[in-house]
């Protein structure tokens, strides 16, 4: 790839909620004229300007790409070393943007949660992206990275301390505070949508290994939790994680990649506490029944057209104060020979857009001036095989995540 690009990174959608906040991080973070040259693009020259001048800053370069239109797409990745998308629902708006990336050799990372697109982005560009040169890096904010970089840093540290991996890995999300983006619950719809008309979308999607390299796509790891339990090691009771179902796949296609290091019996659940004692029980059969409500209903029906008016629309989401007054911590536990080693994650901010837009900008960043510090792996890859150690530095020093051993 060429490194005399005009643009260190460029977000694309920084009219919508997400690609706003990534914009106002870097202003704040990185200034304009700093170390990290950056631009702001979208389809709507108007909506941009107002973006630019709700941040103060009219200096921000501004450029035009839609989705519809390819050459713009392509003059788009020719002018950057990274592209950083917020244009979602990805399976809607993505396809063409990946291909563009994929032909002008430029880093490319989202906050994809599709399953069934990620799964065809790695059947159609995971050769040629290699062949590239560039690395194509989904799920990039509260899905995947704690749960990735998380198993990443546990891993790391099991293996530095006692010379060996764990051989199981339990991700429980512990507390969390936040709201959904109409974005989000866009994209949600779309997948069952997707899924509601295609059964091989189904098959993708319910796999525990269905984003693993063709060939691999089986293991140990049964489907994800659908009840609520006791946790012997929490002593607490743990429900349905809704994000498990992209989380486990990419924790999983990070394994595959790297040839299985944990060994090909490694396994990998993840769930959430919902409290000690018959409150957290109780806790848990009412949000498994809040998820089922949500699930629920055909997509275009009564009851489903009825739902989606409690939830906001595309370009909505939690505001400033509730941002900031949002967190999660996940606890990291896992199982070795003779003992059990526990990490703790923890997020500044509310995980899907204060934290969220932090760590992918902290991503594109990374791909952008940690290029020396990589790991030597091209394709279509997750956050933990493409930056490694350079991204959780990233992401402590700048992003507002903790990762650490619990003593
Ligand atoms: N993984 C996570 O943790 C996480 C967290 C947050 C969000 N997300 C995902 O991020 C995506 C964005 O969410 P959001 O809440 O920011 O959504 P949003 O507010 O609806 O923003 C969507 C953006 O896409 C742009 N867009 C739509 N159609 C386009 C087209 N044809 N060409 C170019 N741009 C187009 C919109 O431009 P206009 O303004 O011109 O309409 C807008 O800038 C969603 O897929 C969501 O699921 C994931």
């Not at 339990?170 to 059964?199: C, H, I, Q, Y």
Request: some cysteine; hydrophobic content about 35%.
């Amino acid at each position: 790839m060429s490194t005399k690009r005009e643009f260190d990174v460029i977000i694309w959608g920084a009219s919508g909620f997400t690609g706003r906040l990534v914009a106002e991080y870097y202003l704040n973070t990185y200034g304009l004229d700093g170390e990290l040259k950056w631009a702001m693009a979208g389809r709507n020259q108007t909506k941009l300007e107002e973006v630019r001048k709700g941040l103060g800053n009219d200096n921000i370069p501004l450029i035009l790409a839609d989705s519809h239109d390819t050459a713009s797409l392509n003059e788009l990745a020719k002018r950057t070393k990274v592209v950083c998308t917020t244009v979602g629902p990805y399976a809607k708006y993505g396809n063409e943007l990946v291909a563009a990336c994929v032909e002008n050799g430029t880093d490319y990372c989202d906050l994809a949660g599709e399953t069934q697109w990620i799964r065809r982005m790695i059947d159609k560009h995971h050769k040629a992206a290699k062949e590239a040169g560039c690395r194509i890096v989904h799920c990039c904010g509260f899905d995947s990275i704690p749960s990735d970089m998380g198993v990443y840093f546990l891993q790391r540290e099991a293996k530095h301390h006692y010379g060996e991996y764990c051989y199981h890995i339990k991700m429980r999300l512990k507390a969390a505070k936040g709201a959904m983006s109409g974005g989000t619950f866009a994209s949600m719809n779309n997948v069952m949508l997707e899924a509601s008309k295609d059964p091989e979308v189904k098959k993708v999607i319910f796999n525990p290994y269905g984003l693993n390299p063709q060939g691999e796509m089986s293991g140990p790891d049964k489907p994800d939790m659908q009840s609520v339990k006791y946790d012997s090691d929490l002593k607490a009771w743990i429900m349905p994680f809704i994000m498990a179902a992209i989380n486990t796949r990419v924790v999983r296609r990070s394994h595959a990649l790297k040839s299985y290091p944990y060994g090909k019996d490694f396994l990998y659940d993840e769930a959430m506490m919902s409290g000690k004692g018959f409150t957290g029980r109780a806790k848990g059969y009412a949000g498994l029944l809040t998820l089922g409500l949500m699930m629920a209903g055909k997509p275009g029906s009564w009851y489903k057209n009825t739902i989606n008016r409690f939830f906001p629309e595309p370009g909505e989401g939690p505001n400033k104060a509730e941002r900031e007054a949002g967190f999660f911590t996940f606890s990291v536990i896992g199982r070795m020979n003779d003992r059990t080693l526990v990490a703790k994650v923890t997020g500044d901010r509310d995980p899907g857009y204060g934290s969220t837009s932090k760590m992918l900008g902290e991503s594109a960043a990374c791909l952008a001036l940690d290029k020396k510090h990589l790991p030597k792996m091209c394709g279509v890859l997750t956050p933990s095989t493409a930056m490694g150690d350079a991204l959780l530095h990233r992401l402590e020093e700048k992003a507002g995540l903790g990762f650490s051993i619990e003593p």
